[in-house]
């Protein structure tokens, strides 16, 4: 089954609304951001989740201690690591975070331009698992609404995919999910801006329709 992240949770009515969707994992931003949230309001909302949801805090450039410490605070399950963290520390982060999941972000525009840069962080995987790709911008790391270049970046997935589980985010939204799981066929999905009524703020009817749509087209390509 896919796994499912609804991103960048601020409150926990929307982490109530996005597991009654289906969601599998919520995401929640220690990084800078509008949708940035506190440690201790996210310690909070974690404390009401059952044990089987993943609970995912997003970091950017923070160190292995720094990332641990958060994540022994809030309750985290997994951790996100969105920004410019080497390859070569990811070793690091693996023994600060124990057992806790680790995701590590790059950025689909740069792997284009440097797709050798993928390299390292492949010969890495024993420390992280999973990959997430996300179209990002030079101004914003992610939740930008906006799609990277699908077509071009689609034998760098199969490259992730081969090695370790992919997660696709950037711009996705309830219309073009499908059209993301029947192209890549990624272990995961990650929304934000796709299901917001605003920054920060979820909209019930479309975490209901991204969640529907990804999972009815699994279903079909079974």
């Known amino acids: 089954m896919i796994?499912?992240?609804?991103?960048?949770?601020t409150n926990l009515p929307d982490a109530q609304a996005s597991l009654a969707a289906g969601a599998d994992a919520l995401g929640f931003i220690f990084a800078?951001?509008?949708r940035r949230i506190e440690i201790d309001q996210a310690a909070e909302i974690i404390s009401s989740l059952t044990d089987d949801i993943d609970k995912i805090g997003v970091f950017v450039n923070q160190t292995p201690a720094q990332v641990a410490e958060v994540?022994?605070?809030?309750?985290?399950?997994g951790v996100q690591l969105?920004?410019?963290?080497?390859?070569?520390?990811?070793?690091e982060y693996r023994q600060a975070v124990g057992q806790r999941k680790i995701i590590k972000t790059l950025q689909a525009r740069e792997l284009l331009n440097s797709p050798d840069s993928l390299n390292d962080y492949?010969?890495?995987r024993q420390s992280i698992d999973a990959?997430?790709?996300?179209?990002?911008?030079?101004?914003?790391?992610?939740?930008?609404?906006?799609?990277?270049?699908w077509t071009a970046a689609a034998p760098i997935v199969a490259r992730v995919r081969a090695q370790m589980p992919v997660i696709i985010a950037g711009g996705l939204n309830p219309e073009n999910v499908a059209e993301a799981i029947r192209l890549f066929a990624p272990?995961?999905?990650?929304?934000?801006?796709?299901?917001?009524?605003?920054?920060?703020?979820?909209?019930?009817?479309?975490?209901?329709?991204?969640?529907?749509?990804?999972r009815q087209t699994q279903t079909a390509l079974r």
């Open 32 to 34: 800078p951001s509008s």
């Open 82 to 91: 969105h920004g410019d963290e080497p390859a070569d520390q990811m070793q």
């Open 122 to 124: 492949l010969r890495s």
């Open 71 to 77: 994540a022994e605070r809030a309750g985290l399950t």
């Open 131 to 149: 990959m997430l790709l996300d179209a990002g911008s030079p101004s914003q790391r992610g939740g930008t609404g906006q799609t990277f270049d």
């Open 3 to 9: 796994w499912i992240k609804i991103c960048a949770i």
């Open 187 to 214: 272990w995961g999905v990650d929304v934000v801006s796709g299901v917001e009524r605003e920054v920060g703020r979820k909209d019930e009817a479309k975490l209901r329709s991204f969640v529907g749509a990804a």
